[in-house]
T-cell receptor
Framework: KAGVTQTPRYLIKTRGQQVTLSCSPI?????VSWYQQTPGQGLQFLFE???????NKGNFPGRFSGRQFSNSRSEMNVSTLELGDSALYLC????????????FGEGSRLTVL | QQPVQSPQAVILREGEDAVINCSSS?????VHWYRQKHGEAPIFLMI?????EQKGHDKISASFNEKKQQSSLYLTASQLSYSGTYFC????????????FGKGTLLTVNP
């Protein structure tokens, strides 16, 4: 069974640009969550999607957005990049996003110069 | 509100025990524990639900004190493979659909 796949794995952008990250969940999983991981801050919740609907959103500015497609694949977008957006962005999938186990991808490491 | 983990870091020798604590200021429905090795994805260890029993997996177990809104992860007779960063994630229930993770505890097990 294939795990959670995130692309691209690494990317470098400059301030002001935008970026789109992709996440393919485990087959059959309908919930996709996104987290930002930075040194010393742990995993910060960005948003969660289930059946193409955003059910919860973390405390991030509107520059961070996401969506989920009918096949449960998800994308997140960050516009007008800032230096502080440099981080590892992790996607996690689960059956229903409830109290079940989250299966994480290896992440997309974004560096903003 | 982000749960508070303690200690921030711990160094052990193989075979020693460790306890990692997770404390929240909010009422909790469940506590989740994950381990992340350097450069890898976090992996699930266990979930403790409100009203549930203490859980265990091999020599790693955890408890959940609902009244104190605290959870502890116990690592017994640590092995080199236990090294990594441990995160607790808390869920306040109510169809919240999100886990709020602590900042992590870096565990290093030396030979």
């Amino acid at each position: 069974k294939a795990g959670v796949t995130q692309t691209p794995r690494y990317l470098i952008k400059t301030r002001g640009q935008q970026v789109t990250l992709s996440c393919s969940p485990i087959s059959g999983h309908r919930s996709v969550s996104w987290y930002q991981q930075t040194p010393g801050q742990g995993l910060q919740f960005l948003f969660e999607y289930f059946s193409e609907t955003q059910r919860n959103k973390g405390n991030f500015p509107g520059r961070f957005s996401g969506r989920q497609f009918s096949n449960s694949r998800s994308e997140m977008n960050v516009s007008t990049l800032e230096l502080g957006d440099s981080a590892l962005y992790l996607c996690a999938s689960s059956w229903d996003g409830g109290t079940g186990e989250l299966f994480f991808g290896e992440g997309s490491r974004l560096t903003v110069l | 509100q982000q749960p508070v983990q303690s200690p921030q870091a711990v160094i052990l020798r193989e075979g020693e025990d460790a306890v990692i604590n997770c404390s929240s200021s909010k009422a909790l429905y469940s506590v989740h524990w994950y381990r992340q090795k350097h450069g890898e994805a976090p992996i699930f260890l266990m979930i403790l639900l409100k009203g549930g029993e203490q859980k265990g997996h091999d020599k790693i177990s955890a408890s959940f004190n609902e009244k104190k809104q605290q959870s502890s992860l116990y690592l017994t007779a640590s092995q080199l493979s236990y090294s990594g960063t441990y995160f607790c994630g808390t869920d306040s229930g109510g169809s919240n659909y999100k886990l709020t993770f602590g900042k992590g505890t870096l565990l290093t097990v030396n030979p």
